[in-house]
Each structure stands twice: as structure tokens, then as C-alpha cells.
């Protein structure tokens, strides 16, 4: 798996509550990312990193905020989980822009919001 | 907007049949091509990446072409084996915009032995 670690694995939460995802790479890459799976929508990228303190917003970003104040540690933050949020979320790596260089993905977490 | 298409969206074959997964994308102006197999309640594991400039890849029993005026790629794998059982996605990286894969929504594969 590319030394990627996403935790917690599963979680459940409740409606308005925060919640904090973790991706963390023992790889020394640059460029990391947060995806969601949803059935019918694939995947689709919330934000990502270019390096440390640097990020962008993604597709789908809104009710979502990063952090990467650490190379290898990249936070997701649910300010406020809503029932719509409850998805996988998938981590990925690349060593630098995916123009060149193909992504690898962690485990996933599965998130419940109820 | 890119839009990425896998179509059949499940497929069922006998071992050892050789097969064509299909992916096809709107807007052709693209970086590269990848694709991926997802095992049920696991992530994603990169199988193959070719670049907007090749026309194919290949590792093992794998073989990706890429036709890209046309918006079409194709993964075919050889003598399928029931460990090839999984979903395949392809992803899009587009031209101009930011570090965005665009994914479809996958072929799940199923080899009966």
C-alpha cells in the first residue's frame, strides 16, 4: 500500500459534530490527496497538497478543510459532519504532480454521520 | 466538464478467456490515463499509466492502449484467472486544470472458474 496509513479505519459520528480523518506516508512524497467514493459518483477529489502548508480545493471541498503542517501527515477535517458526508474517504500519494508520476491510495475510512 | 464512462458496468467471464474493459472520456485533452483495481472494502492499487503521448502499456497479462482524438482506452487482460476478480476504474488527469483525477464509476469483473 505504498506505506500509507489512514485512521481511524471506520468511524460513526453524529449530525454537527467535528470530525478529523488522518492520512500519514512513510513514502517522503510530495503531493497528497483526499478523495471520496460514493456509489454512482466514483471518485472525486476533496482537496489536496503540494507540500507542506500548501493545498488546493478540489471538486467537492465545500464543509470540508485540510492541514499538512508535516510531510508525511495530511488532516481532513469535517467542520460540522452532515448525513451527506457519510462516505469512504481515500487518501492518496504521489511523488509529484500526477502529470508525471501515477497516485497510490490507502485502505480508505468509512465514515457514518447519523 | 471531463466525464469518464465504463461501460459494461459488471462483466462476467470463464476463466481463462482473454477480455476488454472500456473507458471512454469527453474531452481529449488530457495529461494521462490510469488505471486502477479496487478489491471489495479495500483501496485503490495502480495497475497501469500511460501518458497522453503513448498509445500503450503493458505489465504482465495487462495491456492499456489509449486513443486519445478518439476519447477511448481499453485494459485487456490475458488468460484470466479468478484473482483478476475486482472492480476496474480508469481515471482521467485533464489538461489545464488542477491535480483533479477524474474517475469513472468502474467495471466490476467477475472470473468464474
Known amino acids: 500500500d505504498a506505506g500509507i496509513t489512514q485512521s481511524p479505519r471506520h468511524k460513526v459520528t453524529e449530525t454537527g459534530t467535528p470530525v478529523t480523518l488522518r492520512c500519514h506516508q512513510t513514502e517522503n512524497h510530495r503531493y497528497m490527496y483526499w478523495y471520496r467514493q460514493d456509489p454512482g459518483h466514483g471518485l472525486r477529489l476533496i482537496h489536496y497538497s503540494y507540500g507542506v502548508k500548501d493545498t488546493d480545493k478540489g471538486e467537492v471541498s465545500d464543509g470540508y478543510s485540510v492541514s499538512r503542517s508535516k510531510t508525511e501527515d495530511f488532516l481532513l477535517t469535517l467542520e460540522s459532519a452532515t448525513s451527506s458526508q457519510t462516505s469512504v474517504y481515500f487518501c492518496a500519494i504521489s511523488e509529484s504532480s500526477q502529470r508525471n508520476t501515477e497516485a497510490f491510495f490507502g485502505q480508505g475510512t468509512r465514515l457514518t454521520v447519523v | 466538464k471531463q466525464e469518464v464512462t465504463q461501460i459494461p458496468a459488471a462483466l462476467s467471464v470463464p476463466e481463462g478467456e482473454n477480455l476488454v474493459l472500456n473507458c471512454s472520456f469527453t474531452?481529449?485533452?488530457?495529461?494521462?490515463l490510469q488505471w486502477f483495481r479496487q478489491d471489495p472494502g479495500k483501496g485503490l492499487t495502480s495497475l497501469l499509466l500511460i501518458q497522453s503521448s503513448q498509445r500503450e502499456q503493458t505489465s504482465g497479462r495487462l495491456n492499456a492502449s489509449l486513443d486519445k482524438s478518439s476519447g477511448r482506452s481499453t485494459l485487456y487482460i490475458a488468460a484470466s484467472q479468478p484473482g483478476d476478480s475486482a472492480t476496474y476504474l480508469c481515471?482521467?488527469?485533464?489538461?489545464?486544470?488542477?491535480?483533479?483525477?477524474?474517475f469513472g464509476t468502474g467495471t466490476r469483473l467477475t472470473i468464474i472458474p
Open positions: 481515471a482521467v488527469l485533464s489538461a489545464g486544470g488542477n491535480e483533479k483525477l477524474t
Open positions: 474531452d481529449s485533452a488530457i495529461y494521462n
